[in-house]
């Protein structure tokens, strides 16, 4: 598969997220890791979108454990793979109720985007983050008003997301 067809696959596939249609997205990444020889990291961005789409049907455990399995080697997982696993990941381990773990995929996240241009993952980052501090930390007004200054930035960024669509 060359970069561009993997490419204009992997922004239908993730467009198929955004509509909330997960089946489809799980039977399209199986097909094609099932049929095609490809890179490592290739099959590592499509298997992030399975983790995804795992998650928004509430498959927790096994969402966690492919994003673990496909974060094991670091090597061949790319930095939108990694944000997306660990979105995934802050989301589920607060379902859990796991504020440590939640807290340590949120780092990780806040650490990629000190150094990368924010995109619509950064919004998501955002939203996990407050809901962090909502759900997991109630009761300390320093995070209530944290939480409301990530909600205004996040509706700004996505202003900005519609404005250039």
Same mark, same amino acid.
């Given at each position: 598969?060359?970069?561009?067809?993997?490419?204009?696959?992997?922004?239908?596939?993730?467009?198929?997220?955004?509509?909330?249609?997960?089946?489809?997205?799980? =039977?399209?990444?199986?097909? !094609? @890791?099932?049929?095609?020889?490809?890179?490592? #990291?290739? $099959? &590592?961005?499509? %298997?992030?979108?399975?983790?995804?789409?795992?998650?928004?049907?509430?498959?927790?455990?096994?969402?966690?454990?492919?994003?673990?399995?496909?974060?094991?080697?670091?090597?061949?997982?790319?930095?939108?793979?990694?944000?997306?696993?660990?979105?995934?990941?802050?989301?589920?381990?607060?379902?859990?109720? =796991?504020?440590?773990?939640? !807290? @340590?995929?949120?780092?990780?996240?806040?650490? #990629?985007? $000190? &150094?990368?241009? %924010?995109?619509?993952?950064?919004?998501?980052?955002?939203?996990?983050?407050?809901?962090?501090?909502?759900?997991?930390?109630?009761?300390?007004?320093?995070?209530?008003?944290?939480?409301?200054?990530?909600?205004?930035?996040?509706?700004?960024?996505?202003?900005?997301?519609?404005?250039?669509?």
């Amino acid at each position: 598969m060359c970069a561009q067809n993997y490419d204009s696959i992997y922004n239908k596939i993730s467009e198929n997220l955004l509509r909330f249609e997960s089946t489809i997205v799980i =039977k399209k990444v199986d097909s !094609i @890791l099932g049929e095609e020889k490809i890179p490592d #990291i290739v $099959k &590592n961005d499509l %298997k992030s979108l399975r983790v995804e789409a795992l998650a928004q049907l509430s498959f927790f455990t096994p969402a966690l454990k492919l994003a673990n399995e496909i974060l094991s080697n670091k090597n061949n997982v790319s930095e939108k793979a990694e944000i997306r696993i660990s979105i995934q990941k802050a989301l589920i381990f607060e379902f859990f109720g =796991k504020p440590k773990e939640t !807290i @340590l995929e949120l780092n990780r996240l806040e650490e #990629i985007y $000190k &150094n990368r241009e %924010k995109d619509r993952f950064y919004g998501q980052y955002l939203f996990r983050k407050s809901s962090y501090y909502r759900v997991l930390k109630p009761g300390c007004k320093k995070r209530i008003v944290w939480h409301y200054t990530m909600l205004i930035k996040l509706q700004i960024l996505v202003i900005k997301i519609n404005t250039m669509m």
